[in-house]
C-alpha cells in the first residue's frame, strides 16, 4: 500500500466547471450536440495586437527566465494602469506578476493565514476561495450573497462574522458566479471594519473591464484601504486572454518580500513573453475590450430576458462578469440533479449553484461568454425541456 497523501491536500477542491467539460467532452465524442454554458472565458480571438507583440517578443530573444516580480515594463504598466481604471496612485514595486490571477489568491493565503485563522468570503463565490483557506489551514467563513439584494451582502451579517480570529476578507466584484457588483456602501462597511478589527482585503477584480448599466468601485479607492488590499486582476477576461496565464496583485508594501518568495519556491517567475504581450494589452488600444464589453451588454439582455420567460425559473440581472446565475429552485431544488438532466437530456452544459457553496443551492450558473446563436439554441431548448 502506497504512503498516503499529506492532509493539506484533503482540503482542496476540484473546479465544477472543468468536471462538467470533460463530462460534455464525453457525450460530444458520442456524437451528441452539446451547448458548451459552463466555461468563463470570453468566445473572442485574443486581439492581433497582442499577439503581434508576443510573436515580437520571442523573435526578440524574450524567452529566459525574467525577474521574480516580473519585467519593469509590466510593472510599470500595471502600476499605470491601476491609476487609470481606478483612479489609485501606486508605485511599480509594489506590484507582483503572477502566471494567472489564481496564483495571487494562492500566495495572498498563504502568506497571511495561519491555521485557526478564519477568512471571510462570498457565498456563492468562486470555489477556489474556500479551497485554498482550508488548505492553508484557515477556517473558511461564508458571507452570503442574496439575490433579493442583487447578490450583495447584508453589512450586518457581514459584521457578525467578523472576530478576533479575522485575518482577511475575500471580495469579488463583479462576481462569480451571480454577476452582482458591489456598491459603495458594503466597500465602506468593509472599510470600517477592517481599521477597526485589522485586518487585510483580498479584493477580486478580474472582472472590472466588464461591467454594465453600473460602476464597479475598488476598495482601495477608500481612504487608507490600499494600505491593506491585494487588489487582484488579470488580462484573462478583459483581453481574451485565458490561456495565456498572466495575473497580478498590486500588494501592501510589507507583503511584498512574502509574495515574492513564494514566488521564487514555486514557479520562479512568468513566462517573459507573455509578459511583454500583457504590456501591448494594458497600453495599446482598448476599443477591443469596449466592443466585446458591447457584444457581452446584447447576450446579457437577450438570454436573461429569454430565462425569464421560461416558466420556474427566475433569473436577476447580472451587473458585471458574464454569468447568468437563475434561481431554478421551482424545477428542481436539486441543482446538482437539475445541472446533470440538462446535460445529458437536453445537451446543455451548466454549473449547479451548489458547488459555488451552499447559498447558491437552487440556482445554476449559465455563461453568455458565447455566440448569441449558441444562447438563442440553449433557450430554446431550456423551454423544451421545462415543457416536456
Known amino acids: 500500500m502506497p504512503p498516503s497523501l499529506a492532509k493539506r491536500i484533503e482540503g482542496l477542491r476540484n473546479e465544477s466547471a472543468f468536471e462538467v467539460l470533460s463530462r460534455a467532452r464525453a457525450l460530444e465524442v458520442q456524437g451528441r450536440r452539446i451547448l458548451h454554458l459552463e466555461i468563463g472565458q470570453p468566445d473572442f480571438p485574443t486581439p492581433e495586437h497582442i499577439v503581434e507583440a508576443a510573436f515580437r517578443a520571442v523573435r526578440e530573444g524574450k ?81 452570503p450573497l442574496r439575490e433579493a439584494l442583487g447578490f450583495r451582502f447584508e453589512v450586518a451579517e457581514l459584521a457578525e462574522r467578523v472576530s478576533p480570529r479575522t485575518k482577511l476578507v475575500i471580495l469579488n466584484s463583479p462576481q462569480n458566479p451571480t454577476g452582482g457588483v458591489l456598491g459603495h456602501q458594503e466597500l465602506e462597511a468593509i472599510a470600517e471594519l477592517a481599521e477597526r478589527h485589522d485586518f487585510y482585503v483580498l479584493s477580486d477584480e478580474v472582472y472590472s473591464r466588464l461591467v454594465y448599466d453600473t460602476t464597479a468601485p475598488s476598495i482601495a479607492q477608500l481612504p487608507g484601504m490600499l494600505a491593506r488590499t491585494v487588489l487582484v486582476d488579470g488580462v484573462s477576461k478583459a483581453y481574451s486572454m485565458t490561456g495565456w496565464r498572466l495575473g497580478w496583485g498590486v500588494l501592501p508594501e510589507e507583503l511584498v518580500p512574502a509574495i515574492e518568495l513564494l514566488m521564487v519556491n514555486s514557479n520562479s517567475c512568468t513566462a517573459t513573453f507573455i509578459q511583454y504581450a500583457a504590456v501591448a494589452a494594458l497600453q495599446g488600444p482598448q476599443d477591443c475590450v469596449a466592443a466585446m464589453r458591447a457584444e457581452f451588454h446584447r447576450r446579457r439582455d437577450r438570454f436573461v430576458d429569454g430565462l425569464n420567460r421560461i416558466p420556474g425559473i427566475r433569473c436577476e440581472k447580472p451587473q458585471g462578469a458574464f454569468y447568468a446565475f437563475p434561481n431554478t429552485a421551482q424545477l428542481d431544488p436539486d441543482d446538482r440533479r437539475l445541472a446533470g438532466r440538462l446535460l445529458e437530456e437536453a445537451g446543455i452544459a451548466a454549473l449547479w449553484g451548489s458547488s459555488f457553496g451552499r447559498y447558491g443551492t437552487g440556482y445554476l450558473r449559465f455563461s453568455y461568454a458565447t455566440a448569441m446563436e449558441v444562447l438563442e439554441e440553449s433557450l430554446e431548448r431550456l423551454t423544451a425541456f421545462v415543457g416536456g
Open 63 to 143: 524567452t529566459g527566465y525574467g525577474p521574480t516580480l516580473g519585467v519593469p515594463e509590466l510593472r510599470e504598466a500595471v502600476a499605470q494602469y491601476t491609476y487609470q481604471t481606478r483612479g489609485v496612485s501606486v508605485s511599480a514595486d509594489r506590484v507582483a506578476i503572477t502566471p494567472g490571477a489564481k496564483p495571487m489568491l494562492f500566495f495572498t493565503v498563504l502568506a497571511l493565514v495561519e491555521p485557526g485563522d478564519e477568512v471571510i468570503y462570498p457565498d456563492p463565490g468562486f470555489p477556489i476561495y474556500a479551497s485554498v483557506i482550508r488548505m492553508a489551514g484557515g477556517k473558511p467563513v461564508p458571507l
